[in-house]
């Protein structure tokens, strides 16, 4: 690889830091006014999106690609701030399950704007030019995923239920429905393990 800082690679790394940067600001921000650390933060609106299944100590490090001690220490204190509360699993009565409380709730409710600021800039491109740098940002992200940097996209563009059809067409063979060019993100049906 040629090391030309003002080569279109180093670029984009460039862009895409500044960018990282910004959320850390205001979720470091958000953290700050509500008491927690961006990394409960994290948890409190990742508990609100996915199914039970996948509101454990072992989803939490997967996803977050952090150690389950880690994660249990951030849930603990969760619990002492009464935002989450634990439940053991029936079929596994070692492990247990996470689920927000009432309180927990009205905190999500309240912090999971923190993503706007970002939205709020995106609303003013063109739609064909944001789903070319959609469909740029799946790849990369497929391309990190698939050297191990990381290891759970939860996007279609890795999931083993994509079949991409004649014409470039997504299908979702465990929805069974089309999906938008590119896939999506966010999935809590992605199973990862396709190939290629
Ligand atoms: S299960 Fe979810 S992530 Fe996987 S292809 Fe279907 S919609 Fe995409």
Known sequence: MKDDRSDIDYKIASALEKITQ???????????????????????IYLSKYPLQLRTVSSLAREFDLSKATVSEAIQALETKG??????????RRSYGIAL???????????????????????????????????????????LYDDGVISIPRMCIACKNLEIRPGKKYYCTLTKRMLPEGGTVGCEHYTSGRAG
């Open 83 to 92: 935002l989450i509360t634990k439940f053991r699993e029936e079929e596994d």
């Open 101 to 143: 409380t009432t309180e927990g709730k009205k905190t999500t409710r309240r912090i999971q704007n923190w993503e706007n600021i970002l939205i709020k800039h995106l609303h003013r491109f063109q739609p064909e030019e944001k789903e070319r740098v959609f469909l740029f940002l799946a790849e990369l992200i497929k391309s």
């Open 22 to 44: 910004v959320e850390r600001t205001v979720l470091r921000d958000m953290a700050k006014r509500e008491n927690l650390s961006p990394i409960q933060i994290q948890f409190l």
